[in-house]
């Protein structure tokens, strides 16, 4: 069926930039909301990621250096007053517009 797990899914991101085009990104926390949930506690439901750190120790035990090659980064290919284009770490292209 077409129904949607949760009504709504907020994610908290720390971006810092790592040279004039590489971005990390850190996932921080989350939050689910979701009316029809069985149980009140799903209905507003907040959650942490693993710390910065830990990402870093994972991405070491790949063979990869995080300051480098973060476990979620993005390169900017192109940026001006209204439009960025960037891959990210997985090879996927993103164009968005400014409002």
């Known amino acids: 069926s077409g129904k949607r797990p949760f009504d709504q899914l907020e994610i908290t991101i720390q971006m810092t ?3 004039d085009t590489r971005v990390r990104l850190d ?20 959650f942490n ?8 120790l994972v991405a070491r035990l790949r063979g990869m250096d995080p300051s480098v090659e973060p476990q979620a980064y993005f ?9 960025r284009a ?3 770490g997985e090879g996927k292209i993103f164009v968005q517009r400014r409002d």
């Not at 693993?50 to 870093?56: L, Q, R």
């Open 75 to 83: 390169d900017i290919l192109y940026i001006d007053e209204e439009i």
């Open 49 to 56: 990621f693993p710390p910065p750190s830990f990402n870093d």
């Open 17 to 19: 930039p790592l040279s």
């Open 27 to 46: 996932f921080r926390k989350g939050r689910v909301l979701n009316g029809g949930a069985p149980l009140d506690f799903f209905k507003d439901f907040t």
């Open 86 to 88: 960037h891959r990210t």
